[in-house]
């Protein structure tokens, strides 16, 4: 993989984006940061603690349906135990997701009684923020039950502020997603790439998908043997050993009999981003020590 491309990720657009959510913030009473459930430390902008300051904030684990539900859990006692407020979601379905009002309005409850006590009933304001491919978009269409916002499954879909106006009193601003402008550490850089947090267009996708396999072939084996029909196991195998075993058992050839790395490639990719691979986390709690070049 051209890892230089994926850690130095930062188009003008994201500048623009971390200047709305500066000139935005006062205006707002709670950050919600959604973060994908597949990657609850990678998928996070390490520049929000700086941008967002000490603005009450709700993590929100998005995608929760895609992911390892047991590592999911270890993922929301690892950031309660560190002082952080914590949801996991499923937006598609809905899933989880009016527990986010419920949450937002228990964090700003001394704020909400204060204003009670004056006789100001005020609307509660939120800011979305995120990483582009989160699930912005879709979470806010579930939130207010019909499809008022751009959604897609590509990064960059939303490209400008949105106000949208939520039951019981609620006001949310949506923000297109952002990255940091370099990542601390290359896995932090290809977690993105895997969950299409960065534009395929700009990577070697065969090399990405050939670090995926490698990837699970340590974590989740047995999902992609399963998913592929492969017989012989794959731990301790190269990547692109096993997309060779992958286009043979589907039959990706090319003339002269050579495997069509690119379309395995792709498929690899989609279905892993799809599930149906399996229901898998990249990165657990543990995985943070390691996170250093």
């Known amino acids: 993989m051209n890892d230089g491309k994926i850690i130095q990720w930062y188009p003008g657009h994201m500048a623009k984006t971390r200047r709305l959510i500066d000139e935005n913030l006062k205006l707002v009473d709670i950050v919600v940061e959604l973060i994908d459930a597949r990657i609850p430390y990678s998928g996070r902008n390490s520049e929000f603690d700086n941008i967002l300051k000490q603005k009450p904030r709700l993590l929100v684990m998005t995608k929760a349906d895609l992911a390892d539900k047991n590592v999911t859990e270890r993922w929301i006692k690892y950031y309660k135990q560190n002082g952080q407020n914590v949801i996991s979601v499923n937006s ?75 039951r019981n009193g ?41 670090n995926l396999l490698e990837l699970l072939s340590k974590k989740y084996p047995q999902c992609v043997m399963q998913r592929y029909k492969l017989t012989d196991s794959i731990e301790g195998v190269g990547g692109f050993e096993i997309m060779e075993r992958i286009g043979k058992k589907r039959g990706f050839i090319v003339s002269g009999g050579e495997i069509d790395y690119e379309r395995c490639a792709n498929i690899v990719l989609d279905e892993f981003r799809s599930a149906k691979t399996g229901l898998i986390s990249l990165e657990t709690p543990e995985d943070i020590a390691t996170y250093t070049d």
Do not use: C, H
């Open 92 to 166: 598609l379905s809905g899933k989880g997701v009016n527990n986010i009002l419920s949450e937002a309005s228990n964090i700003l409850r001394d704020k909400i009684e204060k204003n009670a006590q004056k006789g100001i009933n005020k609307t509660i304001k939120m800011m979305i923020v995120g990483i582009p491919n989160v699930g912005k978009s879709s979470l806010i269409n579930s939130l207010i039950g019909k499809s008022s916002t751009k959604t897609g499954d590509r990064p960059g879909v939303t490209k400008g502020k949105q106000w949208v106006r939520v």
């Open 170 to 210: 609620i006001e949310l601003l949506d923000t297109p997603g952002i990255l940091a402008p370099k990542f601390e550490n290359q896995n932090i850089g290809r977690n993105l790439a895997y969950i299409g947090s960065i534009r395929d267009e700009i990577i070697d996708v065969q090399t990405l998908a050939a």
